[in-house]
């Protein structure tokens, strides 16, 4: 691109009134030229100070309310509604800096690109080598394209951007990652790579995200038993759903596998009760998977413009 393209920083929120204007404050103040902030509130009754910081704003920001909480959902209201060229999309529970918008936009520059992501920090977190090989190290892609910047299909919901166009012939967010909606970004990267483009992981864009247990999608404890039941349960619905750009061999690897970590380990084995129960919890949450992933897409609840 010659000219600075036009930027929509969309940020679903839910019941996180506080934190949510100092998450706008910051989205804000970007040094950026031309950017908009879109903020889709799916809070049952949002706080009037959340209200009164809306309409403060001005028109750089905009606000839609969702009366169904769904991430993906909301993520896709925001795109909808964007007037800009790139959308870069952050939680409702982050620290960003001023150049933020800035250093996702440079990496734009290449026509081929489709999306960006970068490296999210816990509070008071460091960033260290070490932290990059651990992301890069979760989808195996290890191909560096220069400028430090890495291959990959895997995002980060709280920090990412694509561009419009990309989201849109991707088909949108997928609404039936429900509840902690985990793997819905990594499962747009994956379809908007499939389209050709390349996606970028960039470990100099960071952010601090605060993950609040409250409000958000819910309960961020992955060792709490319904969640991690959760987090399996998606996970197969984005493999199944995707067989068609998996390929059916590694398809069959990837499930494969994920059965032997569930239901067909050391400590399993170890207890005919324990095992009967993981098989019969991954056979259930197979079964779920793919009966979802042979239903077409859900109709988005409609949206209520402020």
């Not at 010659?2 to 934190?19: A, K, L, Q």
């Not at 009037?48 to 009366?67: I, N, P």
């Not at 400028?147 to 039936?176: H, L, P, Q, V």
């Not at 619905?237 to 596998?257: A, C, D, E, Q």
Request: proline share 4%; with cysteine.
């Amino acid at each position: 691109m010659n000219r600075d393209p036009s930027v929509s920083v969309v940020i679903p929120t839910y019941d996180r009134g506080e934190t949510l204007c100092q998450t706008l404050a910051m989205a804000l103040a970007q040094d950026y030229p031309d950017f908009e902030v879109i903020v889709v509130d799916q809070t049952p009754n949002p706080l009037e100070k959340v209200r009164t910081f809306v309409e403060a704003a001005g028109s750089r920001l905009r606000y839609v309310w969702r009366q169904v909480p769904n991430l993906p959902a909301a993520r896709n209201a925001g795109v909808r509604i964007a007037r800009g060229e790139i959308i870069v999309f952050i939680d409702d529970d982050v620290i960003v800096d001023p150049g933020y918008i800035a250093s996702h936009v440079v990496r734009y520059r290449d026509s081929a690109l489709g999306g960006v992501t970068g490296i999210t920090l816990a509070p008071g977190e460091e960033y260290e080598e070490e932290m990059l090989k651990r992301r890069l190290g979760k989808v195996g892609m290890k191909e560096r394209l220069g400028d430090d910047c890495f291959k990959t299909y895997s995002i980060e919901g709280c920090n990412c951007s694509f561009r419009k166009e990309a989201i849109i012939r991707a088909g949108m967010f997928d609404e039936r990652f429900t509840g902690t909606a985990w793997g819905e970004d990594t499962d747009l990267g994956l379809r908007v790579q499939h389209l050709g483009y390349l996606l970028v992981l960039d470990p100099k864009i960071r952010l601090v995200h605060l993950a609040l247990k409250a409000g958000g999608c819910g309960n961020r404890d992955t060792q709490n038993e319904r969640v991690a039941y959760e987090h399996h349960r998606l996970f197969l619905y984005h493999i199944i759903k995707n067989r068609t750009i998996f390929g059916s061999v590694r398809m069959f690897s990837i499930l494969w596998g994920a059965y032997r970590a569930s239901a067909l380990n050391r400590e399993t084995l170890g207890s005919p009760l324990l095992f009967a129960r993981s098989h019969w919890r991954f056979v259930c949450d197979l079964s779920n998977a793919a009966w979802a992933a042979l239903q077409g897409p859900l109709v988005s609840q409609p949206d209520t413009a402020a």
